[in-house]
T-cell receptor, first 114, second 117 residues
Framework: AQSVTQPDIHITVSEGASLELRCNYSYGATPYLFWYVQSPGQGLQLLLK??????LVQGIKGFEAEFKRSQSSFNLRKPSVHWSDAAEYFCAVGAGSGYSTLTFGKGTMLLVSP | NAGVTQTPKFRVLKTGQSMTLLCAQD?????MYWYRQDPGMGLRLIHYSVGEGTTAKGEVPDGYNVSRLKKQNFLLGLESAAPSQTSVYFC????????????????FGAGSRLTVL
């Protein structure tokens, strides 16, 4: 079965600074990887996804993520954080493109300081 | 296009009471899911369905039952609610595709907040 680890429970970043949220997955074959964002009291919104092709994927709101098979990682990055990016971020893994279930990490709460 | 609709949005129960959460999707999706979200635990899969009339257990199925009598609806039932079931419940759905495509993405509902006293 697949699993996801998000090592950082909370991260605080100054507005305008760069951001990297870490995600490590465990799955034997090529995974289907996602990043979702959840604002307080809201549902989950897809930021980006990866299954194959270019290992650097672009998403909405200026986010990008890089798939590194050798490190079993799919870290999320943004060059300049805005106050509106404060939210909880979830990494998720599916067992290939025809996945039945999606397994989520425990989330990383991003706080943005002025 | 409403997407995924969950009802009710909020509910307070007493221990031992029963209730049903309804998830409805209008995207003709084959797969549907129920997750629960608790602080520091992320989203954990309760039950899921890969088609009308089929259901399967997820990571945390105990204390819950589900039914998928119609393709567009996925019901989550609590027969005898316990305080440990206080949580936010999310329903999600996706299309069945065998190859990589933009359809291989879960669409989530807005959530249902359940409190069991």
């Amino acid at each position: 079965a697949q699993s996801v680890t998000q090592p950082d429970i909370h991260i605080t970043v100054s507005e305008g600074a760069s951001l990297e949220l870490r995600c490590n997955y465990s799955y034997g074959a090529t995974p289907y990887l996602f990043w979702y964002v959840q604002s307080p009291g809201q549902g989950l919104q897809l930021l980006l996804k990866y299954f194959s092709g270019d290992t650097l994927v672009q998403g909405i709101k200026g986010f990008e993520a890089e798939f590194k098979r050798s490190q079993s990682s799919f870290n999320l990055r943004k060059p300049s954080v805005h106050w509106s990016d404060a939210a909880e971020y979830f990494c998720a893994v599916g067992a290939g493109s025809g996945y039945s279930t999606l397994t989520f990490g425990k989330g990383t709460m991003l706080l943005v300081s002025p | 296009n409403a997407g995924v609709t969950q009802t009710p949005k909020f509910r307070v129960l007493k221990t031992g009471q029963s209730m049903t959460l309804l998830c409805a999707q209008d995207m003709n999706h084959e797969y549907m899911y129920w997750y629960r979200q608790d602080p520091g635990m992320g989203l954990r899969l309760i039950h899921y369905s890969v088609g009308e009339g089929t259901t399967a257990k997820g990571e945390v199925p105990d204390g819950y039952n589900v039914s998928r009598l119609k393709k567009q609806n996925f019901l989550l039932g609590l027969e005898s609610a316990a305080p440990s079931q206080t949580s936010v419940y999310f329903c999600a759905s996706r299309a069945r595709t065998e190859k990589y495509s933009g359809a291989n993405v879960l669409t989530f509902g807005a959530g249902s907040r359940l409190t069991v006293l």
